[in-house]
């Protein structure tokens, strides 16, 4: 079944997709977005359950694997140290996303000058910094202005609540000369936009069902839907068709909440289906022009994915640190070990973060993105009596560096509900990684033990958190050079003219802060540079 | 041992179920916090018991097992004295470790999903929305004191 051809279409409804919607929809262009989930309503988030904590290991697990609902697709990461995290539906995601928005450094666009590892971007952080801000606007973000750790700055919000943890968190490091500040978040800290405050339940990934997160399903697809931006949703994409002639992408084949397979003809393609779905679904289109999938001349899709692996230090305090209260993922940031020193055994860095602690469910199951049982009788009663509420910690969250050997392929057997094969991931944690863990861990102590922490309990054994692939970028990287990227300065497919890609997949290198304000800001920059080259957008 | 029906447990079985979550999460009497061996973890095991074959099948094995190693010590498990009793249940961790692991999963999640548990660790019974917790925000002058020696240092990111 054909359907109306559209001017833009774009694959993905999550962070990226609903910001490019935004940026091109004052062309008056006709926009399409076709996304495989639902409409997820803020009435049925797990936070205004009784017995909220199940969820999180049921059908609102941030593991399409655990979760098995129609719109996920399973995710072969058995020959991964991490497995990729997701949520599918209107929103993408953001809507079991905790928030936490730093940007990127401006040494984090040129890694390859300063450091001599990885690529440098075709762009930099000044090029990107007014989107920051557009997007910092629109999402409603709250934090302090005059972090010394990047050029000058305001978010539109004064800050969250540090609470007790952050503040004593941040003596700590007031104690060792060491950089902190209160995270950036997009999070309210005051009503705003019609939306309201953050009411500090603690569990961001269950959904914000007050609105106070800027998931895109509060933030921008309001706003899209009555510009007149068509969302169909339960559509997903199987694939993305070519005009062997022209080399241009003429539209999609997608599989309808009806069942059926249709054709969608569009003028432009935008994927903005996240870091590991971007790639499968080039991976899965594949034509006569494109044998080894689409936009693949390079061979580089699928290739350089990044996490951010990570592994956390928990030490425990004399007095409740009330760990629950307040937003899961954000308090305060450390990035005293951001910048690379060639005084150490790594190369670039890592920061250390302080989230809140989380339930007595999860954190009797190991805590948020492990999976390792607490021990029982005696011990376990010692854990929760002497130990949890008094606990906090600090996580150390890491660059990767782009690997060739780090790839989605897909799986020769495994497939999603309608049978597209589904993606296999393989990656292993390299040993400039490893070396940062260590520093990392043994900085996390020191700032524990100079904040006044009784004792230190638990360390990263020798693996990452497992369930951390909470950030996939670098799939389908950019670059100049069509031989070593997928595509151009502005998220344009070097071999198609008319495909875009506007998710994590492009990013060059992936620093060590979380990537979706980032991936936002780019989004709304590609939209720009559409609009900007609309005249000769295809030469 | 049998179980009657899907997710229902025998009388046997109960007995030595019970005594195993009174081991795995014991009580505080101090705080007045119960131990797993309760009636509203049980009926969580159940439900997971008539919805998982396979748990049940491996329950039924394991809490056999666990009986035997009773009689073998002397009697039933909840006859035993404290120290039998936790040298039993390590004995069964080792020898069945998967329905173990299984076990213990599950008396995590029913135990804590309970809201009168979660209260005694001083979160909210409720849902955490829309009330959610009362955080005071600091205030500007208090934040600008406890960012000063930060900002002092001045710039730490590589200007390019
Ligand atoms: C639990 C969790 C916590 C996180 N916390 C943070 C945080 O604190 N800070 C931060 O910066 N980032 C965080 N992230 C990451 C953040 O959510 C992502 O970086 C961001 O959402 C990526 O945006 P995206 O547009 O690339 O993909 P998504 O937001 O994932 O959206 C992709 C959309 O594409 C759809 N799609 C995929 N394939 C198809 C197809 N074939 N057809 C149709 N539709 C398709 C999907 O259903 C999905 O809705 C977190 C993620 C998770 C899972
Ligand atoms: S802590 Fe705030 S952002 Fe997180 S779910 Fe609760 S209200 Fe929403």
């Known amino acids: 079944m054909t359907k109306e051809p559209v001017d833009v279409l774009i694959i993905g409804a999550g962070a990226s997709g609903a910001a490019i919607a935004w940026s091109l929809v004052e062309t008056r262009m006709r926009i399409l977005c076709l996304e495989q989930g639902p409409h997820v309503h803020d009435q049925d988030y797990p936070s205004r359950n009784t017995s909220y904590e199940l969820n999180r290991y049921s059908d609102f697990s941030c593991d399409p694997n655990v979760r098995q609902l129609p719109q996920d697709y399973p995710i072969n990461s058995t020959g991964s140290e991490i497995t990729p995290v997701n949520f599918n539906g209107v929103g993408g995601s953001t809507i079991n996303f905790l928030g936490h928005w730093p940007r990127l450094h401006p040494s984090d666009f040129r890694a390859r000058a300063l450091d001599g590892v990885a690529e440098d971007w075709p762009i930099d952080y000044a090029t990107l910094a007014p989107f920051y801000d557009m997007n910092d606007r629109i999402t409603g973000v709250s934090g302090l202005g005059g972090n010394p750790a990047y050029p000058h700055y305001t978010p539109p919000l004064p800050p969250i609540p540090i609470g007790k943890l952050g503040q004593t968190l941040a003596r700590g490091f007031n104690e060792l000369g060491w950089h902190w500040w209160p995270s950036d978040v997009a999070i309210l800290s005051e009503d705003y936009d019609g939306r309201a405050k953050c009411v500090n339940a603690g569990t961001c990934d269950l959904g914000c069902a007050a609105g106070a997160k800027g998931g895109t399903n509060f933030t921008y697809w309001p706003m899209l839907e009555n510009a007149g931006v068509e969302l169909r949703t339960e559509c997903r994409v199987r694939e993305i068709l070519i005009d062997e002639e022209t080399g241009f992408a003429t539209g999609v084949l997608y599989h309808g909440p009806d069942g059926q397979v249709h054709e969608q003809r569009a003028e432009i393609v935008v994927v903005a289906c996240n870091g590991v779905g971007t790639p499968r679904l080039l991976l899965n289109s594949k034509s006569k022009l494109f044998p080894d999938g689409l936009a693949n001349r390079s061979g580089q899709v699928g290739k350089n994915l990044m996490f951010h692996p990570l592994t956390g230090v928990t030490a425990t305090f004399d007095e409740p640190m009330e760990g629950f209260k307040g937003p899961m993922a954000c308090s305060i940031l450390s990035q005293e070990f951001y910048e690379s020193d060639p005084n150490r055994d790594f190369v670039r860095g890592y920061g250390l973060h302080s989230g809140r602690y989380t339930t007595p469910m999860t954190y009797a199951l190991g805590g948020y993105g492990t999976d390792s049982l607490l021990p029982w009788g005696k011990e376990h009663r010692q854990v929760f009596d002497q130990q949890y509420p008094y606990s906090a910690g600090l996580t150390v969250v890491t660059e990767d560096l782009p690997e060739e050997t780090n790839t989605v392929t897909l799986d020769p057997d495994l497939t999603d509900s309608d049978g597209i094969p589904a993606p296999k991931i393989d990656y292993t944690v390299s040993e400039n990684t490893w070396n940062m863990i260590r520093h990392g861990e043994a900085r996390a102590e020191e700032a524990l033990l100079a904040a006044g922490a009784r004792k230190i309990v638990a360390k990263g054994s020798d693996k990452v958190w497992w369930r951390a692939g909470w950030h996939q970028m670098g799939t389908c990287r950019m670059g100049n050079d069509p031989e070593r990227s997928v595509v151009n300065g502005w998220g344009r497919s070097h071999d198609v003219k008319n495909l875009f890609i506007v998710d994590g997949s492009i990013f060059v290198t992936a620093g060590a802060v979380n990537p979706t304000s980032t991936i936002q800001a780019l989004a709304l920059y590609v939209g720009d540079c559409i609009k900007n080259n609309i005249a000769n957008l295809f030469d | ?160």
């Open chain 2, 1 to 160: 041992m049998e179980t009657d029906q899907k997710g229902k447990w025998n009388g046997a079985e109960l007995k030595v179920l019970t005594s195993l979550l009174e081991q795995i999460i014991p009580a505080n009497p101090d705080r007045n916090i119960p131990s797993a061996g309760t009636a509203e973890t049980l009926s969580y095991l159940s439900d997971i018991a008539a919805t998982d074959g396979s748990f049940q099948q491996a329950a039924r094995r394991g809490l056999a097992r666990a009986a035997d190693l009773a009689a073998n010590a002397g009697g039933e498990l909840d006859q035993l004295d404290a120290d039998q009793r936790v040298a039993l249940v390590r004995q069964l961790e080792t020898i069945e470790p998967a329905f173990f692991e299984t076990l213990l999963r599950h008396t995590y999640m029913g135990y804590y999903s309970r809201p009168e548990i979660r209260a005694l660790f001083g979160l909210s019974a409720k849902p955490t929305q829309p009330e959610g917790y009362s955080v005071a925000a600091e205030s500007i002058e208090f934040m600008s004191e406890m960012t000063e020696p930060v900002v002092r240092r001045g710039r730490i990111f590589r200007p390019c």
